[in-house]
């Protein structure tokens, strides 16, 4: 055979060649380990006349070679029209299917949205565990053994003096134990309290604790930084008010209400017709506190206040139940996206 006609011949397999398999038989024939161009190599060697040989060498090369570019070529068409075959009766220009777009869950938002007017104040989050110690909970809290203030507080005990903590105020304990005075801390997070679940209790909810420890801190910085804090989250029309009430860490302590949301003050069912919501727990840091962490509390105050993460939200959103919170209905959620 010579030269060209092998050219034509391995021109009219490929073009007949229309599978993977036939490709693989094209290859065989001609570049196989008994193919008709591996044969014309090992002919080769009874070539005597060099001028010849180096001729022939040429030629078979340029052969193989050319099955080569054959056999490419057709693997690609073959992909090709394997991918064409795919999106045969698929319109391409139709639009995708939408990625549904989740939310943060409510109680998210809030917790973020106070973070960050207290970021702005120049505060600094700390977080503290929920499987807490009785000491941090309550004893380094100044809660005497067996007062009645701890009957609000009856949660979910532990072997081992631990319990689930029912506040986040032990985070203070914390805190003021690993850093020195000045402080400035907010700790959000989650706390347990052995209630009955209703509109608006659970036996599980969340709490932003704030406070600040330094040499000169008065009732009136306290009155400052929850004053704006209030204003920027319900509105600066609002007005706030400071009731005397009692908090075992804290002396003097006091309620923090701000006007109904719903009613600017004037009185509706929501505020059950007082004028105004209650907010948060304060106080001055009690001297005993400060001297149960190593504090001197001759030279340094501070104050502190706790939030219901559930309660504000629920104000905000006018959310009437709080086990919407968390029963984590998508149909409830959606609205927050
Ligand atoms: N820890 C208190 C509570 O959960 C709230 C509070 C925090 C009050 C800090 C005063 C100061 O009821």
């Known amino acids: 055979m010579d030269k060209s006609s092998i050219e034509n011949s391995m021109k009219q397999d490929i073009s007949a060649v229309n599978d993977a398999a036939g490709l693989s038989v094209f290859k065989a024939k001609y570049n196989g380990k008994k193919g008709i161009i591996t044969e014309l190599f090992s002919g080769m060697k009874d070539i005597t006349d060099k001028e010849e040989k180096k001729q022939a060498g040429l030629a078979i090369n340029e052969l193989k070679n050319m099955c080569e570019a054959l056999a490419a070529e057709k693997e690609k068409q073959l992909l090709d029209s394997k991918k064409a075959e795919g999106l045969k009766g ?140 209030l204003k920027e989250t319900f509105g600066n029309s609002l007005k706030t008010r400071f009731r005397p009430s009692f908090f075992p860490f804290t002396e003097p302590s006091a309620e923090v209400d701000v006007q109904c949301v719903n009613c600017m003050g004037k009185g509706c069912p929501a505020c059950k017709q007082s004028g105004w919501l209650e907010i948060m727990g304060a106080g001055m840091i009690h001297p005993n506190v400060l001297s149960n962490v190593g504090i001197d509390p001759e030279k340094y105050t501070g104050f502190a206040f706790g939030m219901g993460v559930e309660r504000i939200a629920m104000l905000k959103y006018q959310i009437d139940d709080m086990r919407l919170l968390f029963e984590n209905d998508v149909r409830f959620l959606k609205q927050f996206r």
């Open 90 to 229: 698929v319109d391409v220009t139709l639009p995708a299917y939408g990625v549904e777009k989740g939310a943060l869950h409510p109680l998210t938002l809030v917790t973020e949205e106070i973070n960050s007017i207290f970021l702005r104040m120049g505060f600094s989050i700390e977080e503290g565990p929920e499987i807490e110690s009785e000491a941090n909970n309550f004893t380094a809290l100044n809660f005497p053994a067996d007062h009645p203030a701890l009957d609000m507080h009856d949660t979910f005990y532990m072997e081992n003096g631990y319990l689930l903590r029912t506040h986040t105020s032990p985070v203070q304990v914390r805190a003021m134990k690993k850093h020195k005075p000045p402080l400035k801390i907010i700790a959000p997070g989650r706390v347990y309290r052995r209630d009955a679940v209703d509109a608006s209790h659970s036996s599980v909810f969340h709490q932003v604790e704030g406070f600040m420890v330094d040499e000169n801190i008065h009732f009136t910085d306290l009155k400052g930084v929850l004053d704006l804090f």
